[in-house]
Structure formats: C-alpha cells, structure tokens
C-alpha cells in the first residue's frame, strides 16, 4: 500500500486509494482500470448496478476491491459508498477517476505529488483545458455555471468544478448529504469548504473525441437537479453560514482590534462603511425582534456591504435601550395613529405595550428606524472624514 509523508505531521503517512464508479461503461472500462492498476493497486471499483458486461469485465481482476450493487443509484450514490468501503480500510485520502475514459491515469502520480505539498486535509479538483479542441460546447457552459456558483457559495474562485477527477480528504469531508446523483460533486466540493477544507485546482490531461466514450448526464434532467441544489446552498449559506462564519470571527476580536481592523483600516470605500452603518442602526431599530442579525447579514451580502460594521451598528437595540426605543417609537407613532402611552408601562411590560399599540409601534419604529439611520450615517461619514484628515 502507497504511503505519502504528511509535511505537516513528519510521523505521519497517507494511505491512498483510487476510487473508480462505473455504469454501462463496458467499452472504456478494461482500458481505465489496465491503466490505472499500472499506478496503484489499491483500487476500489463501485459497479452501480450497471446492466451490461461491466460485472463480468470487473470479475477479471482479483486485485481490486470491488463494491457491487444490482440497482443503478447515481454517481453520487456510488460515490459515497466507495467513500464508506475507503474508510474502512483506512484510507486518508481517494483520488476519483471516472470510468468513461476521459481522463488519463498517468496523471494520478500528479495526484500524488500534490498531495505531499499540502498539510492534511485538502480537496483537490482537476482542471481540464477546456478551451482545447473536441470539448463539447455544453461541458464548457456547464463549467462556467458551476463555477460561478461554487464561487457565489465559497467566496472560492476556481477554474474547473465539474472534473470527477479529484482528490478527497476521507476523514475531513462531511459524512451525510443531501443528493445522489451527479450534482453530488458540486455538494461535496461547496459543503467541504464550508467546513474550512482547502479546495483548489490541479492541472490534468483530458480528451473527448473518442468512440467509445458514454455520458450518462442528462442535460435536462440533471441540469434541473443542479439548479435545485444550489437555490438550497445558497440559501444556507445567507442564512446559516454566513452568520455562523461572521459570529466565529467577530467573537475572536476585541473592540479594539474591531474598531482599528474593520473601520479605520478597512479597504472599504467610506461610502461602503457609511451604508453599512446606516443599514446596521435601520435593522436594529426596525420592528424585526429575533430576526434582525440574520436580516442585516442577508442584507449587508446582498448589497456587498461591510457585514462587520452593519452587524455592529445593528446591535443599537441593546436591552438598556430596548425600553426607550420602544417608548420613542410610540410617541412618533401617536403622531399619525391615536393612543396613549407611558415610559413607565413600556419598561414594565414593553412588548404588552407594543401588543396594545401595535400598528401605532410599527409606523413609529420605521420613521425613528429612518431617521436614526440617517443621523448615524451622517455622523459616520463626518468622524471617518475627519479621522482620514488626521492620518494625512
């Protein structure tokens, strides 16, 4: 068994293995695994409930582990369960070879190679030329898409993330997802990096033009199924990741280095502080009680904002204000709808004020939400100008 030294961990080895999924691939089967079994012998071939003499071709070769079922489940399926056998045998790492033909064996050493120069884990990708001559128009679309996508949902810009040539870090990816079918690999690729993996790129061959070569994508079908999953990403990483990553790093820094990192030494434009700020202090004072982090936070990515500051500006709702921003709200509120109210009720009972008030709290919150937001913008921009002034 192949073992790669760890750089990170001198004591450390890497036991690897070559994960092949395979289904109705009978014409390109025999040449992959002759190929790739001239690089390694630990093999593990997943059989996903192809109909054709791919079983018949598998049980030519004792030497590999071969996982076989009867029905066909989808690549992504056939994935997982070759990383479950992988782990088993205690496996660190998988470098994925799809079975059609399309990628070249003698780039598994390149595999190889790469994965002495990283500390564990990290996600490997291979980056196909796909400018090169016999590349399908719509392989090269496909790409741009889910490049963009995984871009959108990482922060991660990549060149290729759709090659099944890749490198995966058993003990470090996730364990449980949510698809099967081909859109498993844009899931597995966006969700190890949420969980702070390292994906990048790796150069590899790839050729297209040959005879023998069968896709099962189906560009309806499957492109559907892509299209469903990253609406699910996304709205996971603007509701779910995005404030759990910003709570990490904002709890690690103190007031201090917050002030000096995020708003005097911030590349942001001043415009980009001011209505970030502004956005923070409106949210805040808004009539959006339990939903406020999260809707400043959606809001800030969605108009690419500093999420730092508008987080912090939004936390002017704190409890010692809570009272008189309620009581402000009402007063301005009883300007337009009728209704009697009392500091003394509100810091009592605030929210059975706002229960007997209610339409008169929301009018009011709003225009004091404005206002306050325009205040503070004005004054944000006045110290950062004069704060720019000193530094000169």
Request: hydrophobic share 45%.
């Amino acid at each position: 068994m192949p073992t790669l030294t760890n750089p990170s961990e001198p004591s450390a080895f890497y036991q690897v293995c070559v994960l092949i999924p395979t289904y109705n691939n009978q014409k390109t089967l025999t040449k992959v695994l002759d190929e790739v079994l001239m690089k390694t012998t630990n093999v593990i071939v997943i059989n996903d409930g192809s109909t054709d003499d791919t079983l018949s071709i598998l049980e030519n070769y004792q030497q590999i582990i071969l996982v076989d079922y009867k029905k066909n489940r989808g690549k992504g399926y056939a994935l997982q369960k070759g990383f479950q056998v992988a782990r088993e045998l205690g496996f660190d790492y998988a470098i994925t070879i799809d079975s059609d033909g399309q990628h070249f064996a003698d780039d598994i050493p390149v595999f190889m190679e790469a994965i002495k120069q990283e500390p564990y884990p990290v996600l490997l990708i291979g980056n196909r030329n796909m400018s090169q001559e016999g590349i399908p128009k719509g392989s090269s679309f496909g790409n741009r898409f889910s490049n963009f996508w995984f871009w959108f949902e990482t922060g991660i810009k990549l060149k290729d993330t759709q090659s099944g040539y890749r490198v995966y870090p058993l003990k470090a990816i996730p364990k449980k997802y949510f698809t099967t079918k081909f859109e498993f690999e844009i899931e597995i690729i966006v969700r190890s990096a949420w969980k702070g993996i390292p994906v990048k790129n790796i150069p590899v061959k790839v050729h297209y033009d040959q005879k023998d070569r069968v896709s099962h994508f189906r560009p309806y079908k499957d492109f559907f199924r892509i299209s469903v999953l990253n609406t699910v990403l996304v709205v996971l990483m603007l509701f779910y990741i995005k404030p759990r990553d910003f709570f990490r790093n904002f709890k690690r820094k103190s007031i201090r280095r917050f002030i000096k990192e995020d708003v005097l030494e911030s590349t942001d434009s001043k415009g980009k502080k001011v209505s970030s700020i502004a956005l923070g202090v409106f949210i805040g004072i808004s009539p959006f009680w339990g939903f406020q982090t999260i809707l400043v936070l959606f809001l800030a990515v969605i108009l690419k904002l500093n999420k730092a500051l508008a987080f912090a500006a939004s936390n002017i709702s704190i409890p010692p204000l809570i009272p008189v921003i309620i009581f402000i709200s009402l007063k301005i509120g009883a300007l337009f709808i009728p209704g009697t109210v009392s500091l003394t009720s509100i810091k009592q009972a605030p929210f059975e004020a706002i229960e007997a008030s209610l339409m008169q709290y929301v009018l009011g919150s709003f225009i004091l939400a404005t206002v306050a937001a325009i205040l503070f913008g004005v004054g944000s921009y006045l110290v950062l100008s004069f704060t720019a002034k000193k530094d000169k």
